[in-house]
């Protein structure tokens, strides 16, 4: 359960396009962020077909909702959302509702045929498929569409950014996963990891700087294990980071998510080579047991893990912020297991993190090997303790900033005063800054006053 699939709690919901003489598309998105950038890769597609978007359920004349398979609630909450929607037909009969995403494969024959909750039903690799797909439903069909592709990766689509700020934007480099984690069920609702073609990464990082954003944030489910080829050329992670990087000193480089086990010397110099190339990494740990590390089938140990982060405090230094996703209560972990993991806390000092107890997911390999024996309330006292830790520990890492002066990329107004904007440093963390004459976009130096677990708080300095 990577970075990508921190379970966002509120669905992200489709924009107002004033664009006359089209249909209505609504999508709400659930999930991690590459079902976000699916989203606006739908809207792009649809947008050739006469749809416009809309926030406004009722005017809808097509739903979407893009799913999330991660956790455990998310099906049922899907599943209440369905039965709210489909009152709406009442008031247009001509309303077309679809499933997008990662519950889409194994939930299609229920939601169909047996609850007849839905008209379409598409899974992450045939959304170019949807405007036939529309059509069988116009002629009275049913029409789904969940066949995982190897070769698919929209790398000629410009998607249409729905939820964006104008500042920052998420670009899919790759799609799926090689990846066989015991408890994850991604590389069976996503297929195969397949890398996007280079050239068009970069494209669009270039006409996104050139549309006024500061900021882009590579996105795969194992952005290290990106490795594209045609003919002689070919590009590594590494590679592909120099050639965004290049594109302007001020367009600012994220990425996520980064797995331990292909994270690379090259791409830690690259890092260090290039300012705007952020220094944060977040690398999942999962457990700090090696033990449940190889139950998870992670492909590494605790020790591998360390090594990785003394490499990254060697390589670029002890400011770069770590982020972390970790497990509690996975099958069979005991009382010592559980100490594994706040001790690999306890050395790593981790800026931040996704902190999940275990909840099964139909056909992962956990599922059908191992047994979830471990009591909930246990898994939820680990929780408890992961989490106090991890605050423990954010305040600490914040708590070094202060003091320091950093470059901040404006992202907005604050949420809690109007008076105030915020944006985020290097290592990914949010600061507050009172906002004098300055504006979203614009890169301000900002001397760090005061810190909370969660928040740095500063002033601009010139």
Same mark, same amino acid.
């Given at each position: &359960? ?20 089209? *249909?209505? #598309? ?7 962020? &590459? ?14 077909? !006469? ?31 369905? %039965? ?6 009442? @008031? ?35 959304? @170019? ?17 969940? =066949? ?25 480099? &790759? ?30 990082? @270039?006409? #996104? ?21 045609? !003919?002689?050329? %070919? =590009?590594?992670?590494?590679? #592909? ?30 890092? *260090? ?55 509690? !209560? ?18 790593? *000092? ?17 599922? +059908? ?37 950093? @470059? ?20 990914? +963390? ?21 810190? %909370?677990?969660?928040? #740095? ?6």
């Amino acid at each position: &359960m990577s970075h990508l699939t921190e379970e966002v709690e509120e669905a992200k919901i489709t924009v107002n396009e004033f664009v006359n003489g089209t *249909k209505k #598309l609504y999508i709400e998105s659930y999930g991690c962020q &590459m079902n976000f950038a699916d989203s606006e890769v739908v809207a792009s597609i649809l947008r050739n077909n !006469g749809y416009s978007t809309t926030s406004d359920v009722v005017e809808a004349d097509l739903i979407l909702l893009n799913t999330c398979a991660i956790r455990d609630n998310a099906e049922q909450r899907v599943r209440n959302r369905l %039965s709210i929607l489909n009152s709406n037909k009442r @008031r247009n009969p001509s309303l077309k509702i679809g499933v997008l995403g990662c519950m889409a494969e194994r939930l299609k024959t229920q939601f169909l045929e047996e609850e007849k909750m839905v008209d379409l039903v598409v899974g992450p690799d045939a959304y @170019r498929d949807l405007p036939n797909l529309l059509q069988e439903v116009d002629e009275g069909h049913k029409a789904v569409n969940v =066949f995982l592709s190897r070769e698919e990766t929209y790398a000629d689509i410009t998607p249409i950014r729905l939820d964006s700020n104008g500042v920052s934007a998420f670009i899919s480099i &790759m799609r799926g996963c090689n990846n066989m984690c015991s408890f994850c069920v991604v590389p069976f609702t996503r297929g195969r990891e397949r890398s996007r073609d280079a050239h068009s990464v970069v494209k669009e990082a @270039r006409e #996104l700087f050139e549309q006024g954003y500061r900021e882009v944030t590579l996105l795969g489910q194992n952005v290290d294990s990106y490795n594209w080829k045609n !003919g002689e050329e %070919s =590009f590594n992670f590494a590679q #592909l980071l120099e050639a965004v990087a290049l594109i302007s000193p001020d367009l600012r480089i994220r990425f996520s998510t980064s797995h331990p086990k292909d994270i690379t010397d090259e791409v830690l110099y690259t890092m *260090k080579k290039y300012d705007n190339i952020c220094n944060y990494i977040h690398l999942p740990a999962q457990s700090g047991s090696s033990r449940i590390l190889e139950l998870m089938n992670r492909t590494y140990d605790r020790e591998w893990y360390l090594g990785k982060i003394d490499r990254i405090r060697e390589i670029i230094g002890e400011d770069c912020g770590i982020s972390h996703d970790l497990i509690a !209560g996975f099958c069979t972990e005991t009382e010592e297991d559980h100490r594994d993991t706040l001790t690999l806390m306890d050395y790593v *000092k981790f800026d931040y993190g996704y902190m999940f107890f275990y909840s099964e997911r139909p056909g992962t390999p956990a599922a +059908k090997k191992l047994e979830d024996d471990v009591p909930e309330e246990d898994k939820k006292r680990r929780l408890n303790e992961i989490i106090a830790k991890q605050q423990e520990h954010s305040l600490l890492r914040n708590q070094l900033a202060v003091g320091k002066v950093y @470059r901040i990329l404006i992202e907005g107004e604050s949420k809690r005063s109007p008076e105030d904007l915020c944006g985020r440093n290097d290592q990914n +963390k949010m600061v507050v800054f009172p906002r004098k004459h300055y504006r979203k976009g614009e890169y301000v130096n900002v001397l760090v006053t005061s810190c %909370s677990t969660a928040t #740095l708080k500063g002033e601009i300095v010139d």
